[in-house]
T-cell receptor
Framework: DQQVKQNSPSLSVQEGRISILNCDYTNSMFDYFLWYKKYPAEGPTFLISISSIKDKNEDGRFTVFLNKSAKHLSLHIVPSQPGDSAVYFCAAMEYGNKLVFGAGTILRVKS | DTGVSQDPRHKITKRGQNVTFRCDPISEHNRLYWYRQTLGQGPEFLTYFQNEAQLEKSRLLSDRFSAERPKGSFSTLEIQRTEQGDSAMYLC???????????????FGAGSRLTVL
């Protein structure tokens, strides 16, 4: 049973525009959510996180929004740059525990 | 510190052979995780250690799989009698668990890709 779902396998965006990556989860016990970015031949690298008690966290061009009632979160990248092209994984964590990952979304930013 | 190191990066083996992967975590990290990733999927949790103690194992970890972290530093993941379904990227990650609140951010290595023929 997939507890974290990323329903869009891929997304294509023009450079300078906004990229919105979505993620849904089923386990209400998750207390942190993280986004990781992965380039080919590299391991996933941490991008940004949000606590379940918040609804927004911002870091430069990256903002994560959390809607607990809908069990939905999204990652906004503004403005998108060609170097942002990668696979983005949404991950969720129960207290002090392992990460549960979604299947990932391939983002392509066209110049 | 060079981050999380994994060796070998690639391994091709014949079905039925045993393989072993090694992970060297970030030195001050007390937690070490193994994940497996197949094409088109996200990383799937296999097991994790806090120091030398193995605290949790996924049901994905059949009895052909064994992981150790003998001195609380590096870890090995061994797969015995490999099957074609074991072909995947095996990712190691480490983190510093302080017991305080906050996201437990895992730092991943580049992975060890296994191909079973």
């Amino acid at each position: 049973d997939q507890q974290v779902k990323q329903n869009s396998p891929s997304l294509s965006v023009q450079e300078g525009r906004i990229s919105i990556l979505n993620c849904d989860y089923t386990n209400s016990m998750f207390d942190y959510f993280l986004w990781y970015k992965k380039y080919p031949a590299e391991g996933p690298t941490f991008l940004i996180s949000i606590s379940s008690i918040k609804d927004k966290n911002e870091d430069g061009r990256f903002t994560v929004f959390l809607n607990k009632s809908a069990k939905h979160l999204s990652l906004h990248i503004v403005p998108s740059q060609p170097g942002d092209s990668a696979v983005y994984f949404c991950a969720a964590m129960e207290y002090g525990n392992k990460l549960v990952f979604g299947a990932g979304t391939i983002l392509r930013v066209k110049s | 510190d060079t981050g999380v190191s994994q060796d070998p990066r690639h391994k091709i083996t014949k079905r039925g052979q045993n393989v072993t992967f090694r992970c060297d975590p970030i030195s001050e990290h007390n937690r070490l995780y193994w994940y497996r990733q197949t094409l088109g999927q996200g990383p799937e949790f296999l097991t994790y250690f806090q120091n030398e103690a193995q605290l949790e194992k996924s049901r994905l970890l059949s009895d052909r799989f064994s992981a150790e972290r003998p001195k609380g530093s590096f870890s090995t993941l061994e797969i015995q009698r490999t099957e074609q379904g074991d072909s995947a990227m095996y990712l190691c990650a480490s983190s510093l668990e302080t017991g305080l609140s906050g996201a437990n951010v895992l730092t991943f290595g580049a992975g060890s890709r296994l191909t079973v023929l």
